[in-house]
Nanobody
Framework: QVQLVESGGGLVQTGGSLRLSCAAS????????MGWFRQAPGKEREFVAA????????YYADSVKGRFTISRDNGKNTVYLQMNTLKPEDTAVYYC????????????????WGQGTQVTVSS
């Protein structure tokens, strides 16, 4: 069965850093682009970052560009999100997902989602 398990979330101060991990299993990991989304309280789930099967092509929301870096290790079946210079507005539950159709920024382009990991940035 397909499984995605996020980890690495926590509580940090403004300006701090966190590295999220998403461990994948149950499918041929290197055949799929992967993405990160987040959902803050009372808000819609929004696109954060995504990357191609090889990791060569990356895509970022304007709000995180220059601060976050998405990467993957196909040998470990893991996708990462390095988050630097964190801001209170980054506070959200972060989800990784498997991409299966066109449109990197659309939630409908992804078919499997992890359980999420909480990121809280204090001011």
């Amino acid at each position: 069965q397909v499984q995605l398990v996020e980890s690495g979330g926590g509580l940090v101060q403004t300006g701090g850093s966190l590295r999220l991990s998403c461990a994948a299993s149950g499918f041929t990991f290197n055949s799929y682009p992967m993405g990160w989304f987040r959902q803050a309280p009372g808000k819609e789930r929004e696109f954060v970052a995504a990357l191609s099967e090889s990791g060569v092509m990356t895509y970022y929301a304007d709000s995180v560009k220059g601060r976050f870096t998405i990467s993957r290790d196909n040998g470990k079946n893991t996708v990462y999100l390095q988050m630097n210079t964190l801001k209170p507005e980054d506070t959200a539950v972060y989800y990784c997902a498997r991409k299966v159709s066109t449109g990197y920024t659309k939630t409908g382009s992804y078919d499997y989602w992890g359980q999420g990991t909480q990121v809280t940035v204090s001011s």
